[in-house]
């Protein structure tokens, strides 16, 4: 066994690139860049005992936002009710007040009214201090069995782009810049200054068979 | 002057031609260099890792026909691999009829069989992972609610709480 200093050949690494793009087209065939989005939702944990468990709300707290088999929807408080027939009228067209100005004013009830849910003085930190706030406020989506998902969508889309809108005000209001801009412990302070309170009722039928 | 010129020259004999700057000799025969392209494989691979990064393996087929409804407020799924889905809409095939139904994994489900499939999906993830699983429902625009409000129940039975109704970006 001499050992003979034998030198490596070279490696033809000519191929290299070929195989890499043909792995490469494989992945970006197979590959789908398609994002899922949606609006997103957290359910009540199921009832522990058989009977019912409800919760009480205060009348003047609760916003019933009702859609029928028909596809219409309503909304309803103490302060008064307002019926859509299409989803542009949700939306504000004609005489109609829109959908999300109806949950702005119920979720802000600037003018203090008793019709509309109660202030409490809550602490949100530096900079929004003590403001008061519609804590106990509802939003209560109900629907009834045939009503289209579509609709449906369409109410909760409405509902969140309320919110949205709040945050975005509050956003500008205390920290001078819009939401998205914000740090993720400024958003969250937003979002706890007006949390999405929707609760999603069980079917009913309203109208309709 | 000159001499530093030509000390210049001599060192770097090829700089000859970028010499006579300004004057374009048409006449002189320039060969094209050689591309190195020995850093090629290495892009590729990079691009390669991307995808393969980003790449997720659903050889799930799509089994139900759904148009999703449009929403302006919609939000991205962040990871992936924390989303279950749930699709539910008129099946493709034509002969089985266009009743709703929903497909679970690959195969057509009924709605009691979705605490077992959560259950299932729950188990295959990690412990960590596992309250912050979100089920997504990908469904039909012309759905009745009737369906939907059925896997919402069971859904709350299965303890997946965090739903996500899936939809498109769009004016709605």
Redesign the interface.
């Known amino acids: 066994m001499a050992k003979t200093s034998r030198k490596v050949p070279a490696l033809n690494?000519s191929s290299?690139?070929d195989i890499?793009?043909l792995?490469?087209t494989f992945?970006?065939l197979?590959?789908?860049?398609d994002?899922?989005?949606?609006?997103?939702?957290?359910?009540?944990?199921?009832p522990q005992t058989e009977e019912q468990t409800s919760v009480d709300v205060q009348r003047r707290n609760l916003l019933v936002v009702l859609?029928n088999a028909g596809n219409e929807t309503m909304v309803q408080n103490q302060h008064g009710s307002e019926w859509y027939a299409t989803?542009e009228e949700l939306r504000g067209s004609g005489s109609k007040v829109a959908l999300k100005d109806k949950v702005k004013e119920f979720v802000l009830n600037t003018s203090n009214s008793a019709d509309l849910p109660e202030l409490t003085e809550e602490d949100f930190g530096a900079p929004i201090g003590i403001v008061p706030v519609t804590a106990q406020h509802v939003i209560s989506i109900q629907?009834?069995?045939?009503?289209?998902?579509?609709t449906?969508?369409?109410v909760?889309?409405e509902v969140?782009?309320a919110y949205?809108e709040l945050r975005e005000e509050g956003a500008r209001k205390y920290f001078n810049t819009s939401y998205e801009e914000l740090t993720k412990e400024q958003q969250d302070q937003i979002n706890e200054l007006y949390p999405q309170r929707i609760s999603?009722a069980?079917?009913k039928n309203y109208g309709g068979q | 002057m000159s001499s530093i010129r030509n000390v210049f020259l001599r060192q770097n004999p090829k700089t000859t031609e970028d010499n006579n700057m300004g004057k374009f000799n048409k006449g002189a025969k320039k060969e094209m260099p050689a591309l190195n392209s020995s850093s090629m494989p290495d892009i590729v691979f990079a691009i390669l890792f991307f995808f393969m990064v980003t790449t997720t393996m659903r050889s799930e087929t799509l089994m139900v026909r759904m148009k999703l409804p449009t929403a302006s407020e919609v939000q991205k799924l962040e990871k992936k691999s924390l989303v279950t889905y749930i699709n539910i809409g008129p099946p493709m095939e034509v002969r089985l009829g266009t009743g709703t139904q929903m497909q679970l994994n690959d195969r057509f489900a009924q709605v009691s069989e979705i605490q077992d499939y959560i259950a299932q999906e729950k188990a295959s993830m990690n412990e960590a992972d596992q309250p912050l699983m979100t089920v997504s429902i990908k469904a039909d625009e012309d759905t009745r609610m009737q369906y939907i409000t059925d896997v919402k129940q069971a859904l709350r039975q299965a303890y997946a709480l965090k739903i996500s109704y899936s939809a498109r970006q769009g004016q709605n």
């Open positions: 690494a290299m690139a890499s793009f792995l490469l992945f970006l197979v590959s789908n860049m994002v899922d989005s949606g609006l997103a939702r957290r359910l009540p944990p199921p859609v989803a629907n009834d069995a045939t009503t289209s998902y579509k449906y969508i369409a909760q889309n969140v782009r949205n999603e069980e079917p």
